[in-house]
């Protein structure tokens, strides 16, 4: 089907990949859990929030580069980590790599990435990072890292919002099923634990699924056995991340799931400025939730985060034109967030702060 949308900004990418994906897909990819309360509030914090514009500054020396923990970047805007790529594109995660390499950009490799690490590592050098998802065997959770660190990761980010996958109910009417060859590749060869017997008055997510959530004590042993940085995802109770980062953690990435986890959690902007305001200047924090242009990376940026991260917006563009379009996505984001930054005063990206944004109503 060929596409009637010229794409002249990263959101163009949204409604192009809508006239090609077919509707299971579009819904897996688009929807978002419960009655998607938190998933429209991502967006919608970012329309709420305002810019303050500046005219007088110096821009030759100008530039977005950051550092985040070992790794340095052009800009601060990477991939999230987006499971089951091949579902939009037949090269699926490589193609997203091949992207990511071209533009030095951060890519987070989700635990159940379609493709192996090795094929991702032969496309991309650098800025790697792997996104875990605890597995109920210890083994073969400590085989998941052993192979991102033999397959050039540079930290693990590990996602604790969803141990229990709330179906988007969107997918579900409109009878979506993952595909064979979007599987987790990682995940093919293990043989899966023996099943919780469960009694008739027990709970299937109770005594059932909850019993794999991962722990406290989980993560301790996660950082015990990798000598890279660890990260974790979808964390927001203020008490639990003084436990995390008494325990090591280098940074959070503040996040919703992209609205797929638990609905009527709060907007990530608004989670965003909560946590900065409790971690103090200088703990990393990334976020992710609603980014739909540079104009909302910028925001996010000045609400607090050292760097954004981008979903929806990977799929939609690597589904319109693979690699090519990932990389085209990129771009447009850049090109975005530099203007944000030209005319609000900003040449550096740590000048990016909340006084960029309008106060004064
Ligand atoms: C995700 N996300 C996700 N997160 C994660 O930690 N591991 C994963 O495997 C996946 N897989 C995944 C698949 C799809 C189809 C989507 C849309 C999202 C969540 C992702 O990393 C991120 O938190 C949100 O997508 C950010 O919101 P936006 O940018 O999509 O609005």
Known sequence: MS??????????????????LDAPTLAYIAGGSGDETTL?????????????????????????????????????????????????HP???????????????????????????????????????????????????ASLIKQ???????AIVVTLDSPIQSVSLRAQKAGFTLPAHAQPALLKHITPPQHIHLTPDDSVIFQGLMQQAPALKDIEWLINQTHLPVLVKGVMALDEIDQLRAI????????????????????????????????????????????????DAFKAIATGANAVCIGRLQLYALAVNGAQGVAHVLKLLRDELELCMALTGCTR??????????RHD
């Open 248 to 295: 090591g953690i280098q940074g959070l990435v503040v996040s919703n799931h992209g609205g797929r986890a638990l609905d009527s959690v709060p907007d990530s902007l608004r989670l965003l400025a909560v946590m900065r305001a409790h971690t103090g200047k200088d703990f990393p924090l990334l976020f992710d939730g609603g980014v739909r242009s540079g104009y």
């Open 148 to 154: 991102a660190e033999e397959n050039g990761a540079e």
């Open 349 to 358: 990206i740590a000048d990016i702060s909340e006084k960029c944004l309008w």
């Open 91 to 141: 090269d699926g995660e490589i193609a997203t790599a091949q992207a990511a390499e071209a533009l030095e950009a951060g890519m987070i490799i989700s635990t159940r990435t379609s493709k192996p690490l090795d094929a991702i590592n032969q496309v991309m050098r650098q800025n790697k990072w792997f996104q875990l998802y605890f597995q109920p065997e210890h083994k073969t959770t």
């Open 3 to 20: 596409i009637q949308t010229t794409i002249l900004q990263a959101s163009d990418y949204e409604a192009a990949a809508k006239q090609i």
């Open 40 to 88: 429209q509030a991502n967006q919608t914090a970012f329309k709420r929030s305002q810019l303050q514009q500046r005219a007088f500054a110096e821009f030759s020396q100008a530039s977005t580069q950051i550092k985040l923990l070992n790794t340095r970047l052009r800009h601060p805007i990477l991939l999230a980590p987006v499971a089951a790529q091949s579902l939009v």
